[in-house]
């Protein structure tokens, strides 16, 4: 077994124990390159790849599209948050009475 599919053998094994979906893609760049789908909480599919100068190095990469990210996602950040009447971003009722 060469080197390059040792590499990526181990990959593929560690993402199987890890119980994330992935594929191989083509890309001529690269010796391989795997796609792995839905990680994180955003759900972001991330690329790990060996370019082919640089054998032996394992790098990732990600791809945000703007608009990927779901409403239901943005409302539960800190907008929604410091959007309540009540509080202020800076302590609530005892801030303004200090003021």
């Known amino acids: 077994m060469s080197n390059d599919n040792r590499l990526r053998d181990n990959v593929e094994r ?3 124990h890890e ?3 992935f594929k191989n893609v083509k890309d001529e760049n690269n010796n391989f390159t795997i796609r792995v789908n839905d990680v994180g ?3 972001i599919p991330i690329e790990i790849f060996e370019p ?3 054998s032996g190095v394992l790098t990732s990469s990600l791809k945000i599209v703007p608009g990927d990210v779901g409403e239901s996602t943005r ?3 800190p907008e929604r948050i410091l959007s309540d009447a009540t509080e202020t971003p800076f302590g609530g009722p005892d801030y303004r009475e200090a003021a």
Request: glycine fraction near 6%.
């Open 52 to 54: 082919k100068k640089q």
């Open 19 to 21: 119980n994330y979906s």
């Open 14 to 16: 560690w993402l199987i």
């Open 41 to 43: 909480s955003f759900r």
């Open 75 to 77: 409302a539960a950040g």
